[in-house]
């Protein structure tokens, strides 16, 4: 039986791809299950995953190349039917996993029957390298909303304040999240952050945050959400705006608090966005 069917999906990180890949091969978890989907990447993403399944005969992999671009929901979604699983993961081709995660996370599950379960995070820059120090702002927000998780262990409030989760690739849950939800939302920047949000108002048994750092997040100039990050932070306001009814009649005030401070700071991302724009090209 498959206790743990990991999807990785992959669109030009032809760079990064093979360290993702090793990563899950590294994993001190057994029985695991790896679905491979490449969304039409251009560079030699698809020469890696080939020469990487050559050289890993007995591994236990699937492989899917796309014709034409799909985007990273659809890709996802598309892993996700594929899974046999108990438990499903998510490893973006970009990003790395310690080799203890899964084994960790999967004990962690069986023992305390929890649901959904993410980590701490290690901040990387292109090369593999440490990159807390060069993302000051980034790790001051991410620094704020773990500890707010940590002083109130409210996962509601924290989560309305912010994606702590960072991205999917933090993903752990077991089959019957999916099961009753469904796939992921057809968002291009936030599709993650909505998923939680139905992850938490379904009633699921979570742990938001593990404080242990058991994933590699790359911040690279090529990321989703910062090649427009106007477009990201506007799709972020229209969901929380949209969440709004649903919202209202199941949190208390404390709570939707959090709601008040993510928007505000949305806001202020935006207006730095627009001064940064206007500065470059010569604007006030």
Known sequence: MVKVSVILPVYNHARWVQQALDSVLAQTCSALELIVIDDA????????IQAFVQAHPSAPLHCVRHAQNQGAPATINEGLALAQGEYLAILNSDDVWDAQRLQRLVTLAD????????????????DSQPKEAVEPHWVAWFEALKQDYVSRHDSWATLLRGNFL????NFFFHRRVYEQL??????????????????????????????????????????????KPLAAIEENMRLLLEW???????????????LDIQLQDLYRYTREEVDAGASAFGGA
Do not use: M
């Open 41 to 48: 990447s251009h560079d030699t993403s698809w020469e890696v």
């Open 111 to 126: 023992t305390t029957h929890l649901d959904f379960i993410s980590t701490d995070v290690a901040l990387l820059d292109g």
């Open 166 to 169: 960072i991205t999917t690739s």
């Open 182 to 227: 469904g796939g992921f939302a057809e968002l291009r920047y936030v599709h993650d952050y909505e998923y939680a949000l139905r992850v938490w108002l379904a009633g699921f048994n979570t742990q938001c945050l593990l404080g242990e750092k058991l994933l590699g997040y790359r911040l690279h100039d090529t990321n989703t959400i910062r090649e």
């Open 244 to 258: 709004l009814p649903r919202l209202y009649g199941v949190l208390d005030w404390q709570r939707l608090r959090g």
